[in-house]
């Protein structure tokens, strides 16, 4: 019954609602005779709630599932890593929108941006510091996280809602829901290898090509004229090619892509890709890396 295929879905009065922020604004207009408004009585206040829920359901919401979804997208993002950090970037946004008096996030009174979003911030607060280390306070910003805790504490049905969330997430934690989605439970503990030195630039390197996910550089027992070694700067788990899951996908097209690149910029012509998989297949260092052969004639078939 939604065009979407999603949840949720109101089916009242006749008329069949998609989309939450639509569902919960007839349901105040329905029942507003019930309860809190959750609409201020100044104009700027309601903007200023608005607004938030606009920022949250656009911007947050879309990419949330970077938390907790197995595979990407997230959103527009193709790497978890890349849709963690906008998403940290959106609750500094966020923060910046919120009323800096309060106490509720659209000022003295309280507006449906609080109940909008209250619920996302205990599903963050709980999954982000599996993800890393966190300071979740300075993540969430002061203005957010002040009134993140007043509302857990001064108004008892946010209260409730915050018991039965995050008891439902620990729930899940125990059943070993988290368990294989890479950076929360699945985490990359082999050992560091000469390449992280070389990314730290503690041991030096000739570079050809650097941006914030790769680093090309010149091997130092080249097997040809043109010997470049392409790595993911972050490793991410990936000590061999086999143990490439579909969160690596974006990273792994993004080394191919800068291959292309490098190859163009350097006018190598013809060159030879090579992946040793394992050290049957001659890899020695435990960081994926790229082989990119040129300047030679190859034979066929290689080894």
């Not at 595979?71 to 890593?81: E, H, K």
């Not at 009174?109 to 306070?137: C, K, N, Q, R, W």
């Amino acid at each position: 019954m939604n065009p979407q295929g999603k949840m949720p879905l109101l089916v009242a009065d006749e008329i069949t609602l998609p989309e939450s922020d639509t569902i919960s604004r007839y349901l105040l207009d329905r029942f507003s005779d019930v309860g809190p408004s959750f609409m201020p009585s100044s104009a700027s206040a309601r903007a200023r709630s608005d607004l938030l829920c606009r920022l949250h359901d656009m911007y947050i919401t879309s990419i949330q599932g970077c938390l907790y979804k197995a595979t990407p997208p997230f959103g527009i993002f193709g790497s978890r890593l890349d849709a963690i950090a906008e998403l940290k970037r959106q609750l500094r946004v966020l923060n910046d929108a919120v009323d800096a008096e309060g106490p509720y996030l659209a000022g003295a009174e309280l507006s449906l941006a609080d109940a909008t979003v209250f619920p996302t911030l205990v599903f963050v607060t709980h999954m982000l510091p599996l993800y890393e280390d966190i300071d979740l306070a300075g993540v969430l910003g002061p203005r957010v996280n002040t009134w993140y805790m007043h509302m857990q504490t001064a108004d008892a049905e946010f209260k409730r809602v915050h018991q039965e969330i995050k008891s439902a997430l620990v729930g899940w934690g125990d059943k070993g829901r988290w368990n294989k989605i890479l950076h929360a439970g699945a985490k990359d503990s082999a050992d560091p290898t000469i390449f992280d030195k070389i990314v730290a630039k503690e041991i030096p390197s000739t570079v050809v090509f650097e941006d914030d996910k790769v680093l090309v550089f010149k091997d130092i027992n080249p097997v040809a004229p043109t010997h470049l070694l392409v790595i993911p700067k972050n490793r991410e788990g990936l000590t061999h090619l086999h143990k490439a899951e579909p969160d690596h996908a974006s990273l792994l097209g993004h080394m191919m892509t800068t291959v292309a690149k490098v190859a163009r910029e350097q006018d190598l012509g013809d060159y030879r890709l090579v992946v040793n998989d394992g050290p049957n297949a001659g890899q020695e260092v435990f960081h994926l890396h790229l082989h990119v052969l040129a300047g030679r004639a190859m034979t066929w078939p290689p080894g």
